[in-house]
């Protein structure tokens, strides 16, 4: 299983990056799939995610009206469209899939993880 995160880089704030996620080994329209990102320093954090079905979303607070999540099941991909990003938006992205069950925001709940994409936001 394999999870290739790509499309980050360096932005400047108030820019705009769009992250994907392609997945290869594993069906993605089986499992919910999630962003997380973690900062130098910092636990991995949850950024949003998505049913397996595609009707429903979530977000982290700091990233709600930002950020938007979606997936492609016929591509195998997930995408994060990242806008307005600031500077506290630095980390690493990874994305993930979890099992159907359960609250997607819950890091615990995913079983593959990608290898993540760096994005950095200067001020």
């Known amino acids: 299983v394999q999870l290739q995160a790509s499309g980050g880089g360096l932005v400047q704030a108030g820019g705009s990056l769009k992250l994907s996620c392609a997945a290869s080994?594993?069906?993605?329209?089986?499992?919910?799939m999630g962003w997380f990102r973690q900062a130098p320093g910092k636990e991995r954090e949850f950024v949003a995610a998505?049913?397996?079905?595609?009707?429903?979303?979530y977000y982290a607070d700091s990233v709600k009206g930002r950020f938007t999540i979606s997936r492609d099941n016929a591509k195998n991909t997930v995408y994060l469209q990242m806008n307005s990003l600031k500077p506290e938006d630095t980390a690493v992205y990874y994305c993930?899939?979890?099992?159907?069950?359960?609250?997607?925001?819950?890091?615990?709940?995913?079983?593959?993880w990608g290898q993540g994409t760096q994005v950095t936001v200067s001020s």
């Open positions: 998505i049913r397996w079905s595609g009707y429903r979303t």
């Open positions: 993930a899939a979890a099992d159907n069950g359960g609250d997607p925001k819950e890091r615990s709940r995913y079983v593959y």
């Open positions: 080994g594993v069906t993605i329209s089986n499992y919910n």
